[in-house]
């Protein structure tokens, strides 16, 4: 089955790296995303990994997968205040029936100036 | 490009009082999702609409709960009757195709009393 876990918050200082895990359970899993969700809003796509890759770089972020461990991880790099947000790992299977997008229960970061 | 819009932004009802949500897409995009996020969750996959007709409805309570996308674009989500656990924010996603990114509007904040 589909299970998607991630730890609940994370406290960073201003400028360090942050990191944020997720494990997930599902091993036939197609893409594996990271969407940041700030208070009142919706969630914003950040980046994304195709389950063939096992890193990709966006500017600050980076995303690495140990698809044997079933681990992925989310560096922010120089980490600002407008960082400090809720982040969700989501994977998604491709099936004939949709791309269905399975979530953690998110991460909060909270980034101390 | 627009974004995708979602009204009404907030609403409180009463149990067993009915209530609709509807969600305008970002034009072009064929593929349309409603998701339920209890506080402090991630978001949960109700329905997914491929142009109009439903692609995946598998965790949607119908006894309670439908949707519809009659010309496959906007959609309606309807609670009737509303339940104390329907409290949440209802967030409406589309994309291009099936594989591609999902992008999420701003959500309903629902409270049911």
């Known amino acids: 089955g589909e299970d998607v876990e991630q730890s609940l918050f994370l406290s960073v200082r201003e400028g360090d790296s942050s990191v944020i895990n997720c494990t997930y359970t599902d091993s036939s899993s197609t893409y594996l995303y990271w969407y940041k969700q700030e208070p009142g809003a919706g969630l914003q796509l950040l980046t994304y990994?195709?389950?063939?890759?096992d890193m990709k770089q966006d500017q600050r972020l980076t995303v690495l997968l140990n698809k044997k461990d079933k681990h992925l991880s989310l560096r922010i790099a120089d980490t600002q205040t407008g960082d400090s947000a809720i982040y969700f790992c989501a994977e998604s299977i491709l099936k004939a029936a949709g791309n269905k997008l399975t979530f953690g229960g998110g991460t909060r970061v909270l980034v101390k100036p | 490009e627009a974004g995708v819009a979602q009204s009404p932004r907030y609403k409180i009802i009463e149990k067993r009082q009915s209530v609709a949500f509807w969600c305008n897409p970002i034009s072009g995009h064929a593929t349309l999702y409603w998701y339920q996020q209890i506080l402090g969750q991630g978001p949960k996959l109700l329905i997914q609409?491929?142009?109009?007709?439903?692609?995946?409805d598998s965790q949607l309570p119908k006894d309670r709960f439908s949707a519809e996308r009659l010309k496959g674009v906007d959609s309606t989500l309807k609670i009737q009757p509303a339940k104390l656990e329907d409290s949440a924010v209802y967030l409406c996603a589309s994309s291009l195709e099936v594989t591609y990114e999902q992008y999420f509007g701003p959500g309903t904040r629902l409270t049911v009393t």
């Open positions: 990994i195709f389950s063939n890759m």
């Open positions: 609409f491929q142009n109009n007709g439903v692609v995946d």
